[in-house]
């Protein structure tokens, strides 16, 4: 079935240490996306990316970086500039283009801990 | 610039009543589409409903309608017959179609409560 894998589901890491999510897709979408979730809250833009080896900056990138070498690939690293890490990431994609672009499919979500 | 407004940070319902979630929304895009997520404790996000901008009718899917009202800007769900498990937290959320990946917008979300 097509989908959108995260992993792992949880995480635990230790203050300073940088920690990498996986995201991987099998639906060939075009486009990819990261939000940040905290307790209660909204989702938050950390990066997007529409194309391979292309990526832009969300609402709350500093702290994060992304790469994207393969379409289905857009691996999310929480590294020690984060000063906050400590939340719910998921991971997103969709096709692009007009209105039959259809829906943003999600991930199950990684739930990062720092201790 | 893309914005989604939910003004109701909880909704209480009982058990087999009918519940209104409340969006508003804001765009400069002639075309765009209207989404209604719901994120169960468990955290999935699980797509409920969608309009597109263009669509004269509102959308329905089972127990789920969007009452779509353009000139007003809103797109309010509407979940009929509530059951237990529709607790959760709902989100609307808004893409316009001019290309750009960037135009995705989520609101604040309304935590839904069902009561037995």
């Known amino acids: 079935d097509g989908g959108i894998t995260q992993s792992p589901k949880y995480l635990f890491r230790k203050e300073g240490q940088n920690v990498t999510l996986s995201c991987e897709q099998n639906l060939n979408h075009d486009a990819m996306y990261w939000y940040r979730q905290d307790p209660g809250q909204g989702l938050r833009l950390i990066y997007y990316s529409q194309i391979v080896n292309d990526f832009q900056k969300g609402d709350i990138a500093e702290g994060y970086s992304v790469s994207r070498e393969k379409k289905e690939s857009f691996p999310l690293t929480v590294t020690s500039a984060q000063k906050n890490p400590t939340a719910f990431y998921l991971c997103a994609s969709t096709l692009l283009g007009g209105e039959n672009a259809g829906e943003l499919f999600f991930g199950e979500g990684s739930r990062l801990t720092v201790l | 610039a893309q914005k989604i407004t939910q003004t109701q940070p909880g909704m209480f319902v009982q058990e087999k009543e009918a519940v209104t979630l409340d969006c508003t929304y804001d765009?400069?895009?002639?075309?765009?589409?209207l989404f209604w997520y719901k994120q169960p404790s468990s955290g999935e996000m699980i797509f409920l409903i969608y309009?597109?901008?263009?669509?004269?009718q509102n959308a329905t899917e089972g127990r789920y309608s969007l009452n779509f009202q353009k000139a007003r800007k809103s797109a309010n769900l509407v979940i009929s017959a509530s059951q237990l498990g529709d607790s959760a937290m709902y989100f609307c959320a808004m893409r316009g179609f001019s290309g750009s990946a960037r135009q995705l917008t989520f609101g604040s979300g309304t935590q839904l409560t069902v009561l037995p």
């Open positions: 309009q597109g901008s263009y669509d004269e």
């Open positions: 765009t400069s895009d002639q075309s765009y589409g």
